[in-house]
């Protein structure tokens, strides 16, 4: 399951707010190849659940993670951060062995 903190879901509704998007409109989380350390990260809006996705909710946010994508991201929390140390959306998984840098890609 994939969760999201309060600051998160916070940014989740004012970015969707922002955008004209309904409250049934889910976010998107995938694993996708690629970045320095092999695996990263994709998250976007997304109104169209397809038959191979696993929905969840999680503090009334919609979450559609595809099926693949639902190994490596089991027991992630979506966080939101804009610190000093940067500004954005950060996925705390404890799958991941290692992580890069910037924190937008990660290996299991």
Known sequence: MVTVSDIA????????????????????????????????????????QQPTDHLVEDKGIKILVDRKSLLYLAGTELDFSDGLNGKGFQFKNPNATRTCGCGESFAV
Do not use: H, P, W
């Not at 922002?18 to 690629?34: C, F, H, M, Q, W």
């Open 9 to 48: 879901k916070n940014k989740i509704v004012e970015l969707r707010l922002k955008d004209g998007l309904s409250e049934n409109t889910a976010i998107r989380v995938a694993v996708e190849g690629g970045g320095c350390s092999g695996l990263m990260y994709d998250l976007q809006f997304d109104a169209t």
